[in-house]
Every structure is written in C-alpha cells, then in structure tokens.
C-alpha cells in the first residue's frame, strides 16, 4: 500500500511540483505550506484516508479476498514490512492536519489558523493570489 511505501519519492516530487504550480509559489518553499496554499490536504494524511477507507471496506464485505487478511493478520514475518491492518483505526484527516500545523516550524505560520479552510483571497486574479501567498511565505519578489 501506498500509506507505508518507501518508494513514492519520484511522485512526491511531481505532487509537490504541481501544488507549487496551483499556489504560484517558488520551488525553494517550505514543504507544509504547499498543501495549505493550495487547499488540498498533506499527502501522507490522503494516503491514510485512502487506506482507511480500503480497509473499511474489505471488512464490510466478506467477500473479498483482502477480508480474510484483514479480520484474521497473519503473523509478521518480516519487521521491515508494515501491513495495512496493523494501523487499522481510522484518523481524522482535518484534526491531524491542524495539529501538524500547529507543530511546524515555518516562516510566517502565524498567518494561518486553520489551515483545512481555504485561505483569504483563494478567488483572487492568479497574479495577486501569486503575490499574497509570496508573502506569506516570505519569499520571492516581496522581501
């Protein structure tokens, strides 16, 4: 699954490269404010909901052939490898997503309250959206 994989690093950086390109920020930007400027949430929190949701439904339906796995796990094997039924409790995504917020350390993060809604001046014309979130990051033309 997705959620535990240690490969996704080439699709982080093309996720990344377009949440610049929706947000009109430079690429040297903090990574937790991409998500935020651009209203979409962290995709690590996405990932888990995904999961979440899979697991949900292999235990609803019997079924499927993942029900089996998921209602009776077999024994771990291997302690590198991390199975989707060993997290099984479903998250809030919004929650986790403020309290992340809250504990990071990037410039200008005072600015932002709440970052599940979507920013004042979302609407903007892209050019003035462009320079707000410029300076809300602090960077770009604005310093």
């Known amino acids: 699954m997705w959620t535990s994989s240690q490969d996704i690093t080439g699709f982080l950086l093309a996720l990344n490269s377009t949440m610049c390109l929706i947000s009109s920020t430079l690429h040297p930007i903090a990574l937790p404010w991409l998500p935020v400027l651009a209203n979409i949430e962290p995709p690590a929190l996405r990932r888990k909901a995904v999961t979440d949701r899979q697991v949900a439904k292999a235990c609803a339906h ?8 998921i209602s009776s796990p077999p024994l771990f094997r291997l302690t590198s490898r991390k199975p989707l039924w060993r997290e099984s409790e479903p998250a809030d995504i919004n929650s986790q997503w403020r309290e992340s917020w809250k504990s990071t350390s990037v410039v200008n993060a005072h600015l932002v309250d709440d970052p599940t809604i979507r920013q004042p001046g979302f609407a903007l014309p892209r050019q003035q959206w462009s320079l707000l979130n410029r300076f809300h990051t602090g960077q770009g033309h604005c310093l």
């Not at 019997?62 to 796995?69: N, R």
Request: net charge negative; charged share 25%.
């Open 62 to 69: 019997e079924s499927l052939p993942l029900h089996h796995d």
